[in-house]
């Protein structure tokens, strides 16, 4: 049975309280860098498919093809990324991001065909590896390192905050672009990005303090040993297999859910209106998990609520055509939309403490964020091939298979 984050880490008492006290400053401005990181690197994408197809004489298809890379690129950067961010912190690695992303979204505004376009979204994804949640939680974690409620309470006040990225931007994106052109859209939310985030983590970020070199070779040593004993023993690989199963679950009904909704016979604003209820949910889902998480295992908690995923996936082809019926499944699954983005690092820091954090939180990004470029991919060639009905049993699958391995990573 895994050792539960309470008892590996000390309690402390006013030195743990100030800590706290002087890292709200650096989660206040990580929350923004967040929220604005996701909107302008992820979220505004779907505002610009239709004029970028337009203007670039493409399909749909091709255009949602460089999001696809941009995703793909960031999986494939994230265990540097974490290697990087163990053994010299945030600050550079999130400032060089935040250059990087704002260069990236510049050029996005002047392609002119479909290979700068892609060239461009490689250049974003390398800058999301460095930038968004997967960097974001290394910082809130090593400053946290010996403090799990600082720790738990910061991650939580992140996600919340950063939840709100799609009801920001998708608006903000879509007045800009209809007032200024895609084009001039861009120019200011990159300028928004840069203004933004490049001093916020130039400045607010702390620069990790220099121990003499004897003290860092053994500290990297330290980190090398740690993941490598991870990486060949079993909870690890559970792990990555519940939260990568999770990730294509959530990334799938989060592409087609408002598509199935019309298909089962609702009007488009309903099915739009509670596919909008996921982003709610998923806060809900945060605060549900983290407090529980003082009481129960979290393993367990992640389970149980993977499990209610799979049944409400399986429940939607059955009750989905009533109004009633879609909004229970659609609640049901909802709670469990952002569970994970908290439920790992608890898991990572309970069992290998926080020295190698980011290096093994990189490695299981390969397939958790691969996941969630593919699967959804994979559930729109299941829908034409076979129907809605097998993709909703495939979610389903996948949440069990999530809810198992971290019932067996518990036990362990």
Same mark, same amino acid.
Request: with cysteine; net charge positive.
């Given at each position: 049975m895994s050792a539960p984050a309470s008892s590996a880490v000390p309690v402390l008492g006013d030195?743990?309280?100030?800590?706290?006290?002087?890292?709200?400053?650096?989660?206040?401005?990580l929350a923004v860098t967040q929220t604005i990181g996701y909107g302008v690197l992820y979220y505004a994408f779907s505002v610009f498919l239709a004029p970028m197809a337009r203007d670039l004489h493409a399909t749909p298809a091709q255009i949602a093809a460089a999001l696809t890379l941009s995703i793909l690129i960031a999986a494939v950067c994230a265990p540097l990324v974490g290697r990087l961010l163990d053994a010299g912190g945030g600050r550079a690695l999130m400032t060089a991001g935040s250059l990087l992303g704002t260069a990236a979204v510049?050029?996005?505004?002047?392609? $002119?065909?479909?290979?700068?376009?892609?060239?461009?979204?490689?250049?974003?994804?390398?800058?999301?590896?460095?930038?968004?949640?997967?960097?974001?939680?290394?910082?809130?974690?090593?400053?946290?390192?010996?403090? $799990?409620r600082g720790r738990a309470n910061g991650l939580l006040a992140l996600t919340i905050v950063a939840g709100f990225a799609s009801s920001i931007f998708l608006p903000l994106t879509g007045l800009l672009v209809d007032?200024?052109?895609?084009?001039?859209?861009?120019?200011?939310?990159?300028?928004?990005?840069?203004?933004?985030?490049?001093?916020?983590?130039?400045?607010?970020?702390?620069?990790?303090?220099?121990?003499?070199?004897?003290?860092?070779?053994?500290?990297?040593? $330290?980190?090398?040993?740690?993941?490598?004993?991870?990486?060949?023993?079993?909870?690890?690989?559970?792990?990555?297999i519940a939260f990568t199963a999770s990730g294509g679950a959530v990334a799938t009904v989060a592409v087609l859910l408002i598509?199935?909704?019309?298909?089962?016979?609702?009007?488009?604003?309903?099915?739009?209106?509670?596919?909008?209820?996921?982003?709610?949910?998923s806060v809900t889902g945060r605060l549900v998990t983290t407090g529980l998480q003082t009481r129960l295992p979290a393993a367990l908690i992640a389970a149980a609520i993977f499990a209610l995923q799979g049944v409400a996936a399986l429940a939607l082809p059955l009750i989905g055509r009533s109004v009633a019926g879609a909004i229970g499944a659609v609640l049901l699954f909802g709670l469990g939309f952002g569970i994970a983005s908290i439920t790992l690092?608890?898991?990572?820091?309970?069992?290998?403490?926080?020295?190698?954090?980011?290096?093994?939180?990189?490695?299981?990004?390969?397939?958790?964020?691969?996941?969630?470029?593919?699967?959804?991919?994979?559930?729109?060639?299941?829908?034409?091939?076979?129907?809605?009905?097998?993709?909703?049993?495939?979610?389903?699958?996948?949440c069990a298979i999530s809810a198992f391995a971290l019932v067996a990573y518990h036990r362990l």
């Open positions: 030195g743990a309280q100030r800590r706290r006290r002087h890292g709200w400053p650096v989660i206040a401005a510049l050029a996005w505004s002047r392609v $002119e065909s479909l290979p700068q376009l892609y060239a461009v979204f490689a250049l974003v994804g390398v800058a999301c590896s460095m930038v968004l949640y997967e960097a974001a939680f290394a910082v809130i974690v090593s400053l946290h390192a010996t403090d $799990e007032r200024y052109g895609w084009r001039t859209a861009l120019v200011i939310l990159a300028l928004i990005y840069g203004t933004a985030a490049i001093p916020l983590h130039a400045l607010v970020l702390r620069r990790r303090t220099r121990t003499a070199s004897t003290q860092a070779s053994a500290t990297a040593q $330290e980190r090398a040993a740690i993941v490598k004993a991870a990486t060949r023993a079993r909870p690890f690989w559970l792990l990555v598509t199935y909704l019309i298909h089962l016979g609702h009007p488009p604003v309903l099915a739009a209106t509670l596919a909008g209820l996921l982003g709610v949910l690092p608890h898991l990572l820091v309970g069992r290998y403490g926080t020295a190698a954090y980011a290096s093994l939180a990189g490695r299981i990004a390969v397939f958790s964020v691969a996941d969630k470029a593919l699967a959804p991919l994979g559930a729109l060639a299941l829908a034409q091939a076979a129907g809605y009905g097998w993709v909703m049993g495939a979610v389903a699958a996948a």
